[in-house]
Nanobody, 120 residues
């Protein structure tokens, strides 16, 4: 079993910044892609950004140039630096990881979610 623990959410004013982190622990052999999704009230969950193990990054058009995803493979941790935040960024942010477990199984895991609220 694998656990993803997120931290770093909170309340911030428009134009402000937040840095989210997500640490994976448990029966991990390696991790393929890691990413961040978000879900606003009444909306579907959407991809914000992801980062494969081999490098490269992908971003939703709405966050390009403002958000930066990165990962520390030694710590099994993914980060999301969010700058120039807007009220439209308000949502619950979820971490996602495609884990290769020690038993050989490939499993997608989700974090519990962290609230990000952008408001004056």
């Amino acid at each position: 079993q694998v656990q993803l623990v997120e931290s770093g959410g909170g309340l911030v004013q428009p134009g402000g910044s937040l840095n989210l982190s997500c640490a994976a622990s448990g029966s991990i052999f390696s991790i393929n892609a890691m990413g961040w999704f978000r879900q606003a009230p009444g909306e579907q969950r959407e991809l914000v950004a992801n980062i494969p193990s081999g490098g490269g990054t992908n971003y939703a058009d709405s966050v390009k140039g403002r958000f930066t995803i990165s990962r520390d493979n030694a710590k099994n941790t993914v980060y999301l630096q969010m700058n120039s935040l807007r009220p439209a960024d308000t949502a619950v942010y979820y971490c996602n990881a495609h884990v290769i477990q020690k038993n050989g199984a490939w499993v997608y895991y989700w974090g519990q979610g962290t609230q990000v609220t952008v408001s004056s």
